[in-house]
C-alpha cells in the first residue's frame, strides 16, 4: 500500500502516536531514520517545539475523553484511534500564541521529567507508563498540561 515507501521523505522531526488502545500515548523523535510500522501513526512537525506542543495535546486525558466516543469498540474496550485526534479542533502550532508556546514548554519539561524516571528493566510497558505519569503528576507538569489543552479546546 506504499506506507513504507511514503517515509521515504521522513522529516527530521516527528510527533508519534499509537494507533489503538485504551490509552493514547504520544512522544516525538528527532531521528529521520526511524521507520515507523503499522502500530503507530506519525507527522511530521517543523520543530521540536511544535512536536512537544502536539504530543503534549495528543497525550491529555482531555483528548482520549473526546475521542473515546468515536472510537469502535472490541470485545470490552475502546480500541482503535487512528485518525480520530485530527476530527478535533485542534490548532496548528503557533509559537506566538501564549497558550501554544506555554504547551510546548510544558511538555519539554515533562520530557526531562520523564528521562529521569527509573524504569525497571523487567516492567511491562503498561507500568512503565504509569511510573512515568506519576513522576509527571507529582511534578505538576501533566496538571499544567491538562489546564493548558482544556483552554486549547473549550467544549
Known sequence: MGTLRAQGSRAPVRVLYTKAGTRLSACWIEDDDVIVDTKLYWCAAR????????????????VLDRVRDLQPVGQRDPRDFDNLVWTLPIPEFDASDAVHADLATAALHAAEVARRVELPEDAHFTTKRRLIRQMLEADGVAETIERLVDALLPL
Open 47 to 62: 520543530s521540536v517545539e511544535e512536536a512537544a506542543y502536539l504530543a503534549a495535546v495528543i497525550n491529555t486525558r482531555i
